[in-house]
């Protein structure tokens, strides 16, 4: 009886470009009314989620008040023809949503010696020194020239380390989107049992336009990404299943490259046994020495539980250091791993409250990471890719 009252309420809903839709929370859509931004509200459902149509030019007006105002990326997600189903209660969605199995309660970890050897073979100095490189772009905006140059940057870096290592089950491919010429680059380490689901470390690439180095946001994950493929490849550990390395295109513009790729992995049929996310790692107010943050809306709280007990075992985090908070929206590339039935975690460089106020402006320079503490979360990735990714003795 529900699937056809949800269906009936559905087939009323107004027929517009499915381009323009976006979906977002009813406080974002009431903060922006407040600031003179007049949005067409499509549908909206009782867990506070609204769909709206947004030009271009709306869009960017919203996520500088979102900027301004609550100091987050857009505030919004890109739904295209999907946003329907963004839009179910959330209720019935969990039903069906695997993304929310607890099948990580009982996941013990037993790989200790080889993950200290990725471990140990971690450089800090290489990290910085991609920091470094992301951030000589003038932006990496997913409509411009810059952001179609650093994710060619990108390739051609996997490239050389793959003959560096002479990585013959390494490989990439780019995943292109309808919206912007930036393509998301997807980097596969195959292991041994192919029919395992894999695993996703991944972050995004891109910055908003002009003058926008994002060295916290997102050079900090996306280096990270970078430096465990390849410590992963310098300690020849071999893993029994295959690791996904992502570097996501235009997520400021409403996690489009995520959505791209998720739906390459949906359609290819290629499963995912768990996901992780690097959005913002970099920056370390005082409130935040020595902790790491945890996202919960948008991620599997088995999955959230079982990373913080591997930052107690390797990085020696007490539960005093290992905090909840909450997004309020889609405000990473996690989320559309988690819409499509994925279990995903996103670690956070701080509290929301007191986070980089200079992400999104000419500020956001590679003076403001702090490398020791992006490091903490970089040793935290390869803990995950190694002790989910099974090596084999």
Known sequence: MKIIILFLIFSFIPQIHAEDIYVTSLQNLSLAQKKGITLQTV??????????????????????????????????????????????????????NFADFPVFDNKEIKNQVHVNKVRSLLSADRYKNYIQNLTDFPDRAASSNNGVAASTWIMDEVTRIKESFKAENLSAFYVSNSRYPQKSVVVTLEGLSAEKPGLVLGAHMDTLKRNKPGADDDASGSAAVLEVLQAVLSSKVKLDRSIYFIL????????????????????NKMQVEAVMQLDMIGYQPTK??????????????????????????????????????????????????HS???????????????????????????????????MQFVHLAAAFVIELGEPLN
């Open 340 to 374: 499509a039935g994925f279990p995903a975690t996103f670690p956070f460089e701080s509290s929301f409250s007191d986070h980089n106020r200079s992400i999104h402006t000419s500020r956001d320079t590679i003076s403001l990471v702090n490398i020791d503490h992006a």
């Open 248 to 267: 996501y295109s235009a997520e400021e513009v409403g996690l489009v490259g995520s959505r791209s790729v998720v739906n390459h992995f949906k359609n």
């Open 43 to 96: 549908s909206k459902n009782q867990s506070g989620l609204v769909a709206v149509k947004m030009t271009e030019k709306q869009r960017k007006t919203f996520a500088q008040v979102m900027h301004e105002e609550k100091h987050t990326c857009g505030g919004y997600t890109f739904a295209g023809t999907e946003y329907k189903a963004d839009l179910l209660d959330q209720s019935l969605a969990k039903i069906f």
């Open 288 to 337: 935040s020495i020595q902790k790491m943050h945890f996202v919960t809306d948008n991620t599997n709280v088995s999955l959230n539980n079982y990373v913080k007990q591997l930052a107690k075992v390797y990085l020696n985090k007490t539960d005093a250091q290992l905090l909840d908070l909450k997004c309020g929206y889609s405000c990473s590339d996690h989320a559309r791993w």
